[in-house]
Nanobody
Framework: QVQLVESGGGMVQAGGSLRLSCVAS????????KGWYRQAPGKQRELVAG???????NYADSVKGRFAISRDNAKNTMWLQMNSLKPEDTGVYYC???????????WGQGTQVTVSS
């Protein structure tokens, strides 16, 4: 079994910063963290930032230049540095990981980010 635990969310004013963390535990020797998603109230979950096996990154247009995703496989941890936050960044942020053999997808429980104007 695999568990993903996000942390670092909170409430900030527009222009502020937050750093989210996602720590994997359990049977994780073949699990790789793949990205951060967010879900705003009444909206579908969307990709915010992704990272490949070779650490190439991709970002939603709305966060390019403001967010940065990183991962340390030795620490089983993935981060999302969020700068210059905007009210439209508000939502629940989830990390996603994949079992590279079975392609099973795992999600964390989510961490709330609220940006006030």
């Amino acid at each position: 079994q695999v568990q993903l635990v996000e942390s670092g969310g909170g409430m900030v004013q527009a222009g502020g910063s937050l750093r989210l963390s996602c720590v994997a535990s359990g049977t994780i020797f073949r699990v790789e963290a793949k990205g951060w998603y967010r879900q705003a109230p009444g909206k579908q979950r969307e990709l915010v930032a992704g990272i490949t096996s070779t650490s190439s990154t991709n970002y939603a247009d709305s966060v390019k230049g403001r967010f940065a995703i990183s991962r340390d496989n030795a620490k089983n941890t993935m981060w999302l540095q969020m700068n210059s936050l905007k009210p439209e960044d508000t939502g629940v942020y989830y990390c996603k990981a994949i079992d590279k053999v079975t392609m099973t997808i795992y999600w964390g429980q989510g961490t709330q980010v609220t940006v006030s104007s």
